[in-house]
């Protein structure tokens, strides 16, 4: 059985730094894209990153780039998602996805719990 | 960037009921495109993949139909535990991209 589980989120002040990690089991973490997705509180969903498992590529949403950046260790079946000079705007529930390929897929088909990362002062 | 927009926003509809839910890509998206549940404070749970094809351990009573730039999630006889927020994303191009959901609540 696929499993995702998101850790990291938490309280933090507007300026700071937040690292989220996804631990991925039941499937071979390295054959697969891996993307985070947030969710704003009473908000859709909003793509925000993703490590392609061809290649090592990431990618990122525009709102951000340069301040966000995602990385995957194929050796412990993890996702991460290292979060720098955060703003209130960043305030949502952060869920780590697993695409159904490699190479610059988004086909999700399995979501972890999410964590919630909340920036105030 | 592709936009999805979906309508309606909200419905309001009776145990029972036929609920279709339309999402409309701002460019051809050809068939790729995942319909998705959410309930509150759970995680997005696919339904619908390639625009119509179900995923294993979906109801039967989800469909989903449509290519280009227009589809449709429908429920066919809508029960208690369908009442959730729906959202279609394309996954044709990055960025991915996401309808801004449709709320199905009970009348």
């Known amino acids: 059985e696929v499993q995702l589980l998101e850790s990291g989120g938490g309280l933090v002040q507007p300026g700071g730094s937040l690292r989220l990690s996804c631990a991925a089991s039941?499937?071979?973490?390295?054959?697969?894209?891996m993307s985070w997705v947030r969710q704003a509180p009473g908000k859709g969903l909003e793509w925000v990153s993703s490590s392609s498992a061809i290649g090592g590529g990431t990618y990122y949403a525009d709102s951000v780039k340069g301040r966000f950046t995602v990385s995957r260790d194929n050796s412990k079946n993890t996702l991460y998602l290292e979060m720098k000079s955060l703003r209130v705007g960043d305030t949502a529930v952060y869920y780590c996805?697993?695409?159904?390929?490699?190479?610059?897929?988004?086909?999700?088909?399995?979501w972890g719990q999410g964590t919630l990362v909340t920036v105030s002062s | 960037d592709i936009q999805m927009t979906q309508s309606p926003s909200s419905l309001s509809a009776s145990v029972g009921d036929r609920v279709t839910i339309t999402c409309r890509a701002s460019?051809?998206?050809?068939?790729?495109l995942n319909w998705y549940q959410q309930k509150p404070g759970k995680a997005p749970k696919r339904l619908i993949y390639g625009a119509s094809s179900l995923q294993s351990g979906v109801p039967s009573r989800f469909s989903g139909s449509g290519s280009g730039t227009d589809f449709s999630l429908t429920i066919s006889s809508l029960l208690p535990e369908d009442f959730a927020t729906y959202y279609c994303q394309q996954t044709y191009s990055g960025p991915p991209t996401f309808g801004q959901g449709t709320k199905v609540e009970i009348k």
């Open positions: 460019q051809s998206i050809s068939s790729s």
């Open positions: 996805a697993k695409a159904t390929c490699g190479g610059n897929c988004y086909r999700f088909d399995c």
């Open positions: 039941g499937f071979t973490f390295s054959n697969y894209d």
